[in-house]
Structures are given as structure tokens and as C-alpha cells.
């Protein structure tokens, strides 16, 4: 199997890696680079827990191939907090209950992280379709629903 | 009880019982920091991938593994014949039968575990499955279980034919696995001939799967050195699974720890023990090295516990005002090839028997027939006690054909049969004792905040324009908190759970619980608990579960258990904690201990104002100068009991319009009142009910795992299997009565599950009532669109003008 020499900006931080042509890019973040934050939760791109920010834009890390991401810029849920100060997306969920195995919890802040920088204010229905690509088991979604309002008004005070 | 603004300030810093305690657990999940069983990676790592059977039925002719060890990278190729000599080949179920590890010369299901391949990375693993070659002989496949019994029906487990006791009582075909019938049958008789009205409905009740985010997996790590095994695993039940493994390997149970750590949600489906993680252990005790087995996706739905799948044939017997005479219920229960659902050993129905629900019912009968079929193993409690979702569906769904049948509004023929405040306990014709409730009250209070007189006449109005609406309601009855052990076990293990807290000298607390949570927030609630019982603030007082070695023995959490059972520990080992904190006080206060009293979170001498020690005063002198004849050190340990389940209970209205042409049916509102006893953290009971509402939602309007002829399952990925994501998900709007289970040391009663199994009948009776003018008695979930427009267009309601 041919194997490749990537680097690509990981939270910020350069990392080299060398992958197998097949390799997907939710592993080598985990297990390579050990940020085990991003999960895997149905391979098919369905769950949306292993949801990745790529180049600015939220992609589901199961079916991007790791060499797709070099030269490139990802962030995980690992990269929302700066220096030691969590972002408001991540307060919001905890303020109002946004999580419960924490399971998706990763892939929707990361989500939420995007969709609020393409509208940073948002109606309760354009928060359903922007968060529609990321599946919850536990909170049916209504307190994730308003952690998002309650973050992107938190962001538009700032 | 505070009265001062400083005693309400002293109060709030405890964050005990009853306040919206922010969740302990989100720091860490939020920031990515949670360890779930993927996340550990230990040193010299090796990955386990399953060779998995095409067919549902099928004998192995031979199994190939030449060019799968041949691939670099690969450790070991194991089969049936490699387990063999361990006898690991079968297991034990937890209903009393056995399970192929890996496929003993015959497969019983599509992608049964027939040969498991380590490797050193999950690629290579992968690979070498595709080289595994194995030939097999198609066999005649048994997918309907209506015909499971008949005589010439293709017998499928072998290794049991000639037994005529397959773990649960006689059987009476090589496919049959147990009778099981509880009442009395002929008084119930009687009550039917007798009876003015009768009503019988053929309700059927899909296979589907509780499928958290995270799929089953476990890295096992065999110490040779030590002769000791550690195993982290996405269980819900640890201890038992230390257990059952000691019983299996051979291995003292004292060198076996198993660690649940983060568990990407539960929802009954990883109280079970799988080939998975059986075939992990034996690979790293084979090879010395520790053993990783994650499933993917469409193995977690092709195979681990999936649930209900019963025909259920219900029966009411009542008079012309309503009032009900007698039920009965024979339902034929589809097991798979394996009886492995997990129920306490002497429930083979699980407590469907629950199924007379809120109502007064003098005599009753119900009998489950559980047959083998060719498809997986399973039949577990999915977001609900044990068969509690099922009897609670029949009975919520005859209730509205009795009601239809008689011409009397649902709610009143309810409150016409509910069991009345006054007659608590309350002893049911199925022997149950409810403990507690007041369904009046929680149906009145529903039907004023939605208006229901309302909702009727725009239903009458929709109706006369050949518009679709549907009310839909429940009124239920759940039995949770198994359970007393006189009558509640697993492989004999009695169902208690426990709770070990310690005070340390400077008065803050560490507590470890038999219990394990997989999002419900115990770090957070018990804590709670303990803070009141004790007068310590919440957050100095420290929750862990899930590590046996460190933990105290419990049966873990599922059916709605920790609270009931573990939170009755937590409170338990507390107030042991509190009586010796009350001698320590007396001595210190040179007092009489019946001349103290307890304020908040300290002991006061009666009237006299400053005599007083604080339990951190209490604690430090545990440790420093205790009275003479007192053991130092302030802990407890407590293993609790139950004397009987908690009932708790609800009243949910659900309004649905159907589009005439598409069938699309959208939930415009859904009105769940619980009453859970006790409330311990409003937030986190609100979020519980939200998620369970949305499980019943997802199983009542999609959810379901169908198989072809040949027993091919279908539906067995996240296209195809239903899970709602935030476009389909109604909004929730919830509400609660109070009414505290009499034995419950708090009067709690568990909360997590009644949305699910209340809302499910719900959505149905929606969906049906919006038919009902047309005669409509029952809708077989799940109500997908395609599904409610063949009504539709069976009924020719789609005509345009």
C-alpha cells in the first residue's frame, strides 16, 4: 500500500504524518495525532460525530481520506477553546444543558462553531437545517437548539 | 428548613436535592476530554475484525485461514475450533441459554461471528477478514415466528433440539423456547363471557434497535506477568460483567477489572456481554498483548441487542359505562436464534405483566410463547424496564378501541378506570403493588393546558373539510428500580445496588456508586444527594463509577435503576454517615445526641444559640479525636435493597395534521406531564424526558429492522434506519406532579424511561384517532409517511376535487 508524506495545520499546530493513500482522516487525527475529542459513529457520514471544521468548512472526517487534507487547515473540537478560555459555543451547551453522553457533543460544537460564523444570527428553524447533518441520541435536540441561539447572541453582544 | 436569608444562602451553596445543578460531566465533554472505550490506547496494541456469516442460516463446510495469517501484520486467525479446547466456543446468556462465541459448524443469523482476525492495526484487520475464505451449505431459513412452531419448519438450534427446557420451563418444539403466563386464565374467561362489550385487537410491535452513537467495543489487556485482566468496555452493567468473565476464563474474579469508562449512550443495548468482547479477552490472553474490538455501525444493528418484536393479541372485557371487567393479552415473541435478551432470570416476558397500566382491573391473563428464529439475538429493554414499552402499548392502545368501540371520549373512559388516589398501594390482578400516584390529577392538568375542548372542536371542524388531525393520548403506568431480590436476579446475582462515600478529615467527600452512567449525570445528581443528607456543598463531593476494582459491587444502570436503587444507597450510606456525625457532635458538644438537631449542615444543641459544630468540624475531629468506644474515620458503605419497584406514571397529548396527499405526519404538539416522585435536578430530569421523547418518536413514526425471505436484514445502516435529526424532531413541552414513592428513602422514582415508553402509544393514538370517524381502530408502527398514505388511499381520502 503506498504510503504518503502529509502536513497539515491541526488546531493550529503543524503536524507531519505519513498515511497510507487510503487512510481516513478521522484516524490519523486520532490516532496519529491522539486528539481523540472527534469520534466515529456510523463510517457512512450519516451521524456527524466525527465532524471536522476543513478549510473553513464543516466536513465529516470518516469519509475525507487524510491525504485530501494536506496543506490544508482543520480544526477539531480541541482548537474552539483559546488560551484556556472556552469558546461561547461551549459554554452555551453547558449552560443550557446542550449534552448529555457527550458522545455527538464534539461534532456539534464544532458544527455549531461553523454554521454560526455563516449566520451569526440565526431563527430557531435555520439552527434545525444548519445543525441537520449531526444526529443526537440523548437530548432531542431542543437543548442543543437553544445552546446555539444562546451562543450566537452571546457572540453577537461581544 | 431555612428561614433566614443566611440559612437559604447556607442552602443554596450545597446544590442538593432539588436544584438545577449545572452538570459536572460537561467540562471535559465539551472539550473533547471525555475517554470513551475508543479513546484508550495502550502500548502494544492489537485490533480485532470479525469474519461475519452472508447467510441467516447456513452449515460451515470449512474455513480457510492460510492467506489471512499470511498477511503481514496479522497475529491470529481464531474459529469455533480454536475456542473449543477453552470452552469459549459458547457462552452463557443471561436468560439461561447459550450463544455461539463463534459459529459452532452452523451459522443462525446474517453476519454472525464466525472467525475473529488480530492484527496490528484496523486496516490490516480489515483486510485479512476478506481473506478468511469460508464455504458454507445454505440451510432453509425460519424468518416469520408464526411459523417457527410448525411441524415442518427447519430446525435451528441443534446443539438443543432434544432438551425440553432451554433455560426458562418446558418447551414444547426444538423452536419453542418458553410459556409464560401470569393471572388467572379462567376467571379471566368468565369475565369476557360476562361481559356486556369486548373488544380484540391484533397489535404488532416492531423489531428495533437502541443504537447510541457509540457502538459496542472493548480493549482487553491480559497481564501473563500478573496473571490479571483488565478490560475497558462499553457496558452498562461492569460488575456483572466481571462475573461472568471470572465464570468464563477460569480467572479469579479478584484479577479481573473491568472498566466502563465514558459510555457514548446505553439505552439498554450494552447491558448484554457479545462475542466481541469474548473473543477480544481470549486473543490477549493468547497473545499476551492487550486486544482492541470496536464494531462498526452495520455490525452494531446486524447484531447486538436489538428489541421488542412482539404480536400481541389484546383483549378488553367491560360493561356499557366503561368500566372494565377483564383483560387479556397472548402475545408470540420473536427471540432471534439465541435467547439473550436480557431480563432478571425468572421474567422470561420481562414485567410486561405490568400491561392492566393506571387502570383498575379486577381479573386478568397474559401469556408470551418466545420462539427461535434466524435472526439476531435480543430482545432487550430499550430505553425502558424490562417489556415495560410493550405492556404499556398494548393496554394504552386498547384502552382507545375500547373507548371507540363504546363511543365514549377517551380521557373520561380513563378516568373511569383509573385506580384512585385512595386506593394506594394498590394491588394489581397481575401482582404488582403500585406504590403511589394520583393519575386524576395529571390527566386533569393536561387537558387544561392544552385546551382539549378546544382540540375537539377543531378536530370536528378539520374533519367536515376532509382534513387529517389526530389526538393522540396515554395515560401510563411504569414499574422501574428492579429490584427487590427476593424476586429479581441476574445468573443469581440479586439486583441491589450500592454506594460507598467517605469523608475525608478537611469534610470533603468521594463517593463510588454500583451504578454506571452513560449521559444521565450521576457525577452530578448524586452528588446532590449526598450534599443534603450531609451538609457538604455538592461540588466538594466527588462521584465515580464504572472501575470494579475501586467501586462497590452493584447491577448497573438500566430499566431505570439508578435513582430507585443506587440513589436509595447513596441516601442510605449517607444518613450512616450522618448518625455517626451526630455521636461525633454530641461528644463534642458535651450534649446529649437527643438534644441535637440537625440545621442545614451542622448539629445545634437546643436552645442554646452558638452550640454548634458544622459536619466539617465533624469531620475533621473523626479523624482527630473521636469519642472513646467509637471507630476513627467518618464512611459507610451501604447495599440497598429494594423493598418493591417504583411506579412512576404520566399523561401525554400529542396533536398531529397528516397531509392527505403525501401522508407526512407532522407532530404540531406534544404535551408530556411525568410525575417521577421526588425530583433531584429539575435540568437534567427536563433533558432526560426530552431525549426519551425523541426515542419514542423515532420508534413510533420510523424505526424498524425488517428482514427479507432469506433472512437478509434490511435497514441495517443509519440511511436506512431511522434516527431524527433536528428537522424532524417536534418541540417537547413537559410538566410534572409530585407524588414521592412511600418506600423510596427520598420518594424518588426514576424518570428517564416514562417518555419513551409513554410517548410511543401516544403517537400511535394520534395517528389512528386521526382516522377514527372513518372506523380506523389501529395503525401498526411505524407510521412512516408511505405507511399512513396506503390508509389514506386504502381509505380514499386523497381524492382531489
Known amino acids: ?158 | 428548613m431555612a428561614t433566614t436569608a443566611e440559612d437559604l444562602a447556607r442552602e443554596d451553596k450545597l446544590q442538593g436535592l432539588g436544584c438545577s445543578r449545572k452538570r459536572k460531566e460537561d467540562p471535559r465533554f465539551i472539550q473533547g476530554k471525555g475517554t470513551y472505550v475508543d479513546d484508550v490506547k495502550l502500548p502494544g496494541m492489537l485490533f480485532a475484525d470479525m469474519v461475519r456469516s452472508p447467510y441467516a442460516h447456513a452449515r460451515i463446510k470449512s474455513i480457510n485461514k492460510d492467506k489471512a495469517l499470511a498477511l503481514p501484520g496479522v497475529h491470529a486467525v481464531l474459529t469455533a475450533a480454536d475456542l473449543k479446547p477453552l470452552n469459549l466456543h459458547w457462552m452463557p446468556t443471561l436468560a439461561g441459554d447459550v450463544q455461539a462465541v463463534l459459529a459452532d459448524e452452523k451459522v443462525h443469523l446474517q453476519y454472525q461471528e464466525v472467525a475473529v482476525v488480530i492484527a496490528d492495526d484496523r486496516y490490516i484487520a480489515a483486510d485479512a477478514v476478506e481473506l478468511v475464505e469460508v464455504e458454507y451449505e445454505p440451510l432453509p431459513v425460519l424468518v416469520d415466528p408464526h411459523k417457527a412452531l410448525d411441524d415442518d419448519a427447519p430446525i435451528l438450534r441443534e446443539d438443543i433440539k432434544d432438551k425440553d427446557n432451554a433455560g426458562q420451563g418446558p418447551r414444547k418444539h426444538p423452536n419453542h423456547i418458553f410459556s409464560w403466563e401470569v393471572g388467572e386464565q379462567e376467571a379471566t374467561s368468565r369475565a369476557f363471557d360476562e361481559a356486556e362489550v369486548v373488544v380484540k385487537e391484533e397489535i404488532y410491535y416492531p423489531r428495533v434497535h437502541p443504537s447510541p452513537l457509540e457502538t459496542c467495543g472493548c480493549v482487553a489487556s491480559f497481564d501473563k506477568v500478573k496473571g490479571s485482566l483488565m478490560v475497558y468496555i462499553t457496558s452498562q452493567a461492569p460488575h456483572i460483567v466481571r462475573t461472568v468473565v471470572s465464570m468464563l476464563s477460569g480467572l479469579p474474579e479478584s484479577k479481573v477489572r473491568i472498566i466502563s469508562p465514558d459510555i457514548g449512550g446505553g439505552f439498554g443495548n450494552k447491558v448484554g456481554i457479545y462475542p466481541g468482547y469474548v473473543t477480544a479477552i481470549v486473543a490477549s490472553i493468547v497473545l499476551g498483548r492487550p486486544v482492541k474490538w470496536v464494531e462498526d455501525r452495520m455490525e452494531h444493528l446486524s447484531t447486538t441487542a436489538w428489541a421488542r418484536d412482539y404480536y400481541m393479541t389484546g383483549e378488553l372485557a367491560a360493561d356499557k359505562n366503561g368500566r372494565i371487567k377483564g383483560l387479556r393479552v397472548n402475545v408470540l415473541a420473536d427471540h432471534g436464534a439465541f435467547n439473550s435478551h436480557a431480563q432478571p432470570t425468572k421474567w422470561p416476558a420481562g414485567f410486561f405483566s405490568i400491561c392492566t397500566g393506571s387502570y383498575d382491573i379486577p381479573v386478568a391473563y397474559v401469556k408470551v410463547d418466545g420462539v427461535y428464529t434466524n435472526k439476531a439475538p435480543g430482545g432487550v429493554a430499550y430505553r425502558c424496564s424490562f417489556r415495560v414499552t410493550e405492556a404499556v402499548y398494548v393496554i394504552e392502545r386498547m384502552m382507545d378501541v375500547l373507548a371507540q368501540k363504546l363511543g365514549i371520549d377517551r380521557m373520561e373512559l380513563r378516568m373511569r378506570n383509573f385506580v384512585k388516589p385512595e386506593q394506594f398501594p394498590y394491588h394489581t390482578a397481575l401482582g404488582w403493588e403500585l406504590d403511589s400516584g394520583d393519575y386524576h390529577t395529571a390527566l386533569t392538568k393536561v387537558l387544561k393546558a392544552v385546551d382539549y375542548e378546544g382540540l375537539i372542536k377543531e378536530q370536528a371542524e378539520k374533519r367536515s373539510k376532509g382534513e387529517l388531525m389526530g389526538i393522540g393520548v396515554t395515560t401510563f403506568t411504569e414499574v422501574v428500580g428492579a429490584g427487590p431480590s427476593r424476586n429479581c436476579d441476574i445468573l443469581g446475582v440479586g439486583m441491589f445496588d450500592s454506594a460507598e462515600i467517605r469523608v475525608h478529615p478537611t469534610g470533603s467527600v468521594i463517593a463510588r456508586m454500583g451504578t454506571i452512567s452513560q449521559g444521565q449525570g450521576h457525577q452530578t445528581t448524586y452528588a446532590q444527594i449526598i450534599a443534603s443528607e450531609l451538609g457538604i456543598p455538592s461540588d466538594e463531593i466527588q462521584i465515580e463509577e464504572g472501575d470494579t476494582d475501586t467501586a462497590p459491587y452493584g447491577l448497573g444502570t438500566y430499566g431505570s435503576r439508578s435513582t430507585p436503587v443506587g440513589g436509595a444507597a447513596t441516601a442510605m450510606a449517607a444518613r450512616k454517615i450522618h448518625d455517626k456525625a451526630r455521636k461525633i457532635a454530641a461528644h463534642l458538644l458535651e450534649a446529649s445526641e437527643n438534644d441535637l438537631e440537625w440545621d442545614i449542615d451542622r448539629f445545634k444543641v437546643k436552645g442554646v444559640p452558638g452550640a454548634e459544630k458544622t459536619m466539617k468540624e465533624i469531620a475533621w475531629a473523626a479523624y482527630n479525636r473521636p469519642p472513646e468506644g467509637l471507630e476513627p474515620g467518618l464512611e459507610a458503605v451501604n447495599y440497598y435493597d429494594p423493598p418493591n419497584f417504583t411506579y412512576p406514571f404520566g399523561a401525554y397529548l400529542c396533536v398531529v395534521d397528516i397531509d392527505k396527499y403525501t401522508g407526512e405526519v407532522k407532530v404540531r404538539r406534544f404535551y408530556a406531564l411525568d410525575d417521577c416522585g421526588t425530583r433531584i435536578n429539575p435540568m437534567i430530569i427536563e433533558g432526560q424526558i426530552h431525549g426519551g421523547l425523541n426515542e419514542g418518536f423515532a420508534v413510533a413514526m420510523g424505526q424498524e429492522l425488517p428482514f427479507d425471505a432469506e433472512g437478509n436484514i434490511l435497514g441495517n445502516t443509519f440511511m436506512d434506519y431511522f434516527i431524527p435529526t433536528t428537522m424532524e424532531t417536534p418541540h417537547w413541552e413537559t410538566d410534572y406532579t409530585v407524588t414521592p414513592s412511600p418506600h423510596h428513602p427520598l420518594g424518588a422514582k426514576g424518570v428517564a424511561e416514562s417518555p419513551h415508553v409513554g410517548s410511543i402509544p401516544c403517537f400511535t393514538s394520534a395517528v389512528v384517532n386521526a382516522f377514527a370517524h372513518k372506523g380506523v381502530t389501529h395503525m401498526n408502527m411505524p407510521h412512516t409517511s408511505f405507511r399512513v398514505w396506503q390508509k389514506i388511499h386504502e381509505l380514499s381520502l386523497d381524492k382531489r376535487e
Not at chain 1, 20 to 40: K, N, W, Y
Not at chain 1, 73 to 89: I, R, S
Not at chain 1, 107 to 120: H, K, S, T, V, W
Open chain 1, 1 to 158: 500500500m503506498a504510503k504518503h508524506n502529509i502536513s497539515f495545520k491541526l488546531n493550529g499546530q503543524q503536524v507531519n504524518a505519513l498515511v497510507e493513500s487510503r487512510e481516513l482522516l478521522v484516524h490519523v487525527i486520532r490516532e496519529q495525532c491522539g486528539q481523540t475529542g472527534t469520534h466515529i459513529g456510523c463510517e457512512t457520514s450519516h451521524c456527524g460525530v466525527c465532524t471536522v471544521d476543513l478549510n473553513g468548512e464543516s466536513v465529516k472526517s470518516c469519509t475525507v481520506l487524510a491525504v485530501q487534507a494536506d496543506g490544508s487547515e482543520v480544526m477539531t473540537v480541541e482548537g474552539l477553546a483559546q488560551n484556556g478560555v472556552l469558546h461561547a459555543v461551549q459554554e452555551a451547551f453547558m449552560q443550557e444543558h446542550g449534552l448529555q453522553c457527550g458522545f455527538c457533543t464534539p461534532g456539534m460544537l464544532i458544527r455549531a462553531y461553523r454554521f454560526l460564523q455563516e449566520n451569526p444570527n440565526p431563527t430557531e428553524e435555520e439552527i434545525r437545517w444548519g445543525l441537520s447533518g449531526n444526529l443526537c441520541r440523548c437530548t432531542g435536540y431542543q437543548n442543543i437548539i437553544k445552546a446555539v441561539k444562546v451562543a450566537a447572541e452571546k457572540m453577537q453582544s461581544v
